[in-house]
């Protein structure tokens, strides 16, 4: 079973940065992807970054620029810098892991930006 610890979320004011973390546990041999989302109240889930297998990467167009998503395959943890936030940044997020066609959640860790 693999499971997914997130850490990192917080309260920052306008044009502040976080960095999310997730790291995975468990029986792991092969990650295809692994990304992360978000949800703000009232909406519906959303993409924010991907980051492949082979290292390539997708974001939101509304983070470009500003979220730089990463991986550390020796630890099986990928992160998220977050640097210039809005409030509109203000969601519960989630990490999200593909592997070998199976995905995984992380219990989802709150980011709040506002002054």
């Known amino acids: 079973q693999v499971q997914l610890v997130e850490s990192g979320g917080g309260l920052v004011q306008p044009g502040g940065s976080l960095r999310l973390s997730c790291a995975a546990s468990?029986?792991?041999?092969?990650?295809?992807?692994m990304g992360w989302y978000r949800q703000a109240p009232g909406k519906q889930r959303e993409l924010v970054a991907v980051?492949?297998?082979?290292?390539?990467?997708n974001y939101a167009d509304s983070v470009k620029g500003r979220f730089t998503i990463s991986r550390d395959n020796a630890k099986n943890t990928v992160y998220l810098q977050m640097n210039s936030l809005k409030p509109e940044d203000t969601a519960v997020y989630y990490c999200?892991?593909?592997?070998?066609?199976?995905?995984?959640w992380g219990q989802g860790t709150q980011v709040t930006v506002s002054s």
């Open positions: 980051i492949f297998s082979g290292g390539s990467t």
């Open positions: 999200n892991f593909l592997v070998q066609l199976n995905s995984y």
């Open positions: 468990g029986s792991i041999f092969s990650i295809n992807r």
